[in-house]
């Protein structure tokens, strides 16, 4: 099982939005368990084509994602995967 943290961006909206182990064997499987675990949670992270925003980042152990159309970047079974959405305003 990986790792998933999340930042306190998407908490705010997701108050009960907590670091957990899932099982998912690629990032799209990932994101759809935590959709099931909290509703709505993908629509701050994929768009309407299920690409990831252009405000949010996805870090696995420390590096930042390639594949930000299909999110086919491979981990391994222990990886710790960081969700991110980036703020903005001034």
Not at 52 to 77: A, S, Y
Request: aromatic share 8%; hydrophobic share 40%.
């Amino acid at each position: 099982m990986v790792l998933v943290k999340f930042t306190y961006a998407l908490k705010r909206f997701f108050p009960k939005l907590a670091d957990t182990k899932v099982d998912g064997k690629t990032i799209s499987a990932i994101l759809q368990e935590i959709e099931a675990r909290h509703p709505g949670v993908t629509k701050y992270v994929l768009d309407d084509q299920g690409r990831l925003r252009q405000h949010v980042n996805i870090f696995i152990d420390g590096v930042m994602i390639k594949d930000r159309t299909k999110l086919t970047d491979p981990f391994l079974e222990n990886s710790e995967i960081y969700i991110m959405q980036a703020l903005s305003g001034g």
